[in-house]
Nanobody, 124 residues
Framework: QVQLVESGGGLVQAGGSLKLSCAAS????????MGWFRQAPGKEREFVAA????????NYADSVKGRFTISRDNAKNTVYLQMNSLKPEDTAVYSC?????????????????WGQGTQVTVSS
């Protein structure tokens, strides 16, 4: 079992930055691929970014590529999402997830554990 808790969300103006954190407890360390997903009001949850167990391999949605950076610190059991050049369309609840996989995954169905999410609101 893995418990995930996100933090770092908030209100920011367009063009600004936020850094989200996801702290994992339980059976953790480098045992899981980690991902970030988001869900905007009235829309389905969508993939944002994912990182391999070692942190060497990453993958991003086209909509955030070049603006967002996913990273992890396995010693701290924490995954981060640095979000720069934020846009109003980035407004959503951001959730982290853990997958018992050896490969970076982009599909929600591949993830086994989920956090409760943190709200990110970008004003224009």
């Amino acid at each position: 079992q893995v418990q995930l808790v996100e933090s770092g969300g908030g209100l920011v103006q367009a063009g600004g930055s936020l850094k989200l954190s996801c702290a994992a407890s339980g059976r953790t360390g480098s045992n899981y691929v980690m991902g970030w997903f988001r869900q905007a009001p009235g829309k389905e949850r969508e993939f944002v970014a994912a990182i391999s167990r070692s942190g060497i391999t990453t993958n991003y949605a086209d909509s955030v590529k070049g603006r967002f950076t996913i990273s992890r610190d396995n010693a701290k059991n924490t995954v981060y999402l640095q979000m720069n050049s934020l846009k109003p369309e980035d407004t959503a609840v951001y959730s982290c997830a853990a997958a018992s996989s050896y490969y970076v995954r982009m599909s929600m169905g591949d993830y086994d554990y989920w956090g409760q999410g943190t709200q990110v609101t970008v004003s224009s």
